[in-house]
């Protein structure tokens, strides 16, 4: 079966006074897992409500595999649905719940019987059909909300928050899971998130979202490397915010003269709208592509603190004339700088991405 494109044009929605959808246009297509990340209120759940016909759009359309569904109920629209609670019936066995839309659906007996073995051999938990959903452990009780959502082949899985109520290394596994799970299947997906690990690990796109608009679109490693503005480079991980005016390198290209020290001409990621000579900018670079060392031409810095998170020191440096930290990350197994070691700080010109938005 041809996995079944998504989309939404022109939607808008607003809850009295707030606007909390403004209108967007978005495109999930078939057979990718696309994942809106936002922090609470920016309107991903909304985005996701509609499209399940939860909630109805004032304005736009909501189409699927083509064929438009805006004034289809959700059991219309061949969805399959997984939410942070899991919404298992406790009263049912595990096999129940997992027959319950075939039931729904009137298939005969033997079928539902057959069909639920097939998806608890999917989910790896064949044999599970007469537990009771209390008997089960959080990650068990996911496998089996994927399994219910699954089992009557819809044309598109939506997952709410999928993994929230799960623990640290419980999640980090059930995410390989999962997206192992939706790229056998094929079946187009459209995630909610606000954990921003989980959105660059699991999904093939990330739409970034802030006070009801898509403000980013793109595969994770390009939004996390290239963000277009300072609300995307901060949210989607940590990162350095320098403001400054641009200028050019001897050899022509972009390079930012900061604020904090006007004497240091530093290298910085060509855009695609890059702004005059002069302008001011803001540039973002990320923690770990910047490297301590005893150079100069480099942005002079002292260490204010060391912090060891196993896989790597994280230094805190403190850089006259900047009130916020400067954080450096770095995979060493030994520290290679000391609280109160002056150093120098440098980063490729790759590394260093000019913002859409000028800099205050």
């Not at 998504?6 to 297509?29: C, M, N, T, W, Y």
């Not at 403000?215 to 350095?240: C, D, H």
């Not at 060509?270 to 060392?293: C, D, F, M, N, S």
Request: hydrophobic share 40%; charged share 20%.
């Amino acid at each position: 079966m041809t996995p079944s494109p998504v989309e939404l044009i022109q939607i808008s929605k607003r809850f009295g006074a707030a606007q909390a959808l403004s209108p967007l246009d978005l495109r999930v297509e078939g057979g990718e897992l696309l994942a809106l990340l936002g922090p609470s209120g920016c309107g991903k759940t909304t985005t996701l409500r509609i499209l399940a016909g939860f909630e109805t759009p004032d304005t736009g359309s909501v189409h699927i595999g083509g064929r438009e569904v805006t004034d289809l109920p959700p059991n219309r629209r061949g969805l399959g649905m997984v939410f942070q609670n899991y919404s298992l019936f406790p009263h049912m066995t595990v096999g129940e719940n997992i027959a319950f839309g075939l039931k729904m659906r009137r298939m005969n007996r033997s079928d539902q019987v057959a069909r639920v073995r097939e998806m608890l051999d999917l989910v790896r938990l064949a044999g599970y059909e007469d537990r009771q959903i209390h008997q089960l452990s959080g990650g068990q009780q996911q496998r089996i909300a994927l399994a219910r959502a699954l089992v009557t082949n819809p044309a598109v899985l939506l997952l709410d928050e999928p993994l929230g109520a799960l623990d640290k290394n419980l999640r980090e596994g059930m995410q390989f899971e999962l997206r192992a799970l939706q790229q056998r299947l094929g079946i187009t997906s459209l995630m909610v998130t606000h954990d921003q690990e989980e959105a660059v690990t699991m999904s093939d796109r990330v739409a970034v979202m802030s006070q009801g608009h898509i403000v980013q679109i793109g595969a994770p490693q390009e939004v996390y490397a290239r963000p277009l503005t300072r609300f995307v480079s901060e949210f989607l991980g940590t990162a350095n915010i320098f403001e400054g005016v641009l200028g050019a390198d001897n050899d022509g290209s972009p390079a930012v003269r900061l604020d904090i020290a006007p004497d240091r001409l530093l290298p910085a990621a060509p855009v695609r709208t890059l702004p005059q000579r002069g302008a001011k900018v803001a540039v973002a670079v990320r923690p770990e592509r910047i490297r301590l060392v005893h150079d100069r031409q480099a942005l002079d810095a002292q260490v204010s603190a060391v912090i060891f998170r196993g896989s790597h020191y994280a230094y805190e440096m403190a850089v006259r004339g900047r009130a916020e930290p400067v954080f450096v990350y770095h995979q060493d197994h030994t520290p290679v700088a000391q609280v109160g070691d002056n150093v120098g700080l440098s980063w490729d010109a790759e590394s260093a991405v000019i913002l859409s938005e000028a800099a205050a």
